[in-house]
């Protein structure tokens, strides 16, 4: 297994428009988090999900909602024994100057090899206090997820490349009551 000690090294988001700046301690913890997913499983289901809010809705100036779907939906992924590991990160969009948010999971690859949306839209729904119904559509998920086994350093290294589009710095929100960007805990190693 390799471990990118810099951006140098990946061919971060290929055929990309503009060249993009990274924000290292978000670059930092995806790598890590990935490399800790893969020594405790042979193999890892990556997702990555991109939610935005319904047409109309006024969104709030804080992360709130995220982090109760965030909640309750790794409270469904560890019930069913996924070992969920996270990162996510809050965006203003370029056109539409409207929040919205990308999170990647890291899943125990053994025992699911793709995801599918109705507990997401169902704990989005329920974070935002609306139908399942209103907010179809606000929940992408893309190709169901990628299957990256342990002793792939390609497959490694595209998980970093799928999830680095998180740590760039276009469009982060400069507001100061919404957080840009949080993660799972790694374990303190001594």
């Not at 060249?19 to 997913?37: G, H, M, N, Q, V």
């Not at 559509?137 to 086994?149: F, L």
């Not at 740590?167 to 001594?190: C, M």
Request: proline share 5%.
């Amino acid at each position: 297994m390799i471990y990118p000690e810099t951006n140098s090294t990946l061919n971060l988001i290929p055929n990309y428009q503009v060249p993009e700046t990274y924000i290292s301690p978000i670059l930092d913890r995806i790598k890590r988090l990935l490399a800790y997913a893969l020594y405790k499983h042979s193999r890892v289901l990556l997702v990555r999900m991109d939610f935005r809010y319904p047409d109309g809705y006024t969104f709030p100036m804080n992360n709130k909602a995220f982090s109760d779907f965030l909640k309750a939906y790794i409270e469904y992924l560890r019930y069913n024994k996924l070992d969920p590991s996270y990162v996510w990160c809050t965006e203003v969009g370029n056109e539409s100057g409207r929040l919205h948010h990308h999170l990647a999971f890291m899943l125990d690859g053994s025992k699911i090899s793709r995801i599918y949306p109705a507990q997401a839209e169902y704990e989005w729904a329920k974070a935002l206090q609306l139908s399942v119904e209103t907010i179809k559509g606000c929940i992408h998920i893309a190709n169901g997820g990628m299957i990256i086994n342990r002793t792939s350093d390609y497959e490694f290294l595209s998980g970093i490349n799928t999830m680095s589009y998180l740590a760039k710095t276009a469009t982060k929100p400069k507001l100061k009551s919404i957080r840009r960007w949080g993660s799972s805990e790694l374990p303190r190693i001594s």
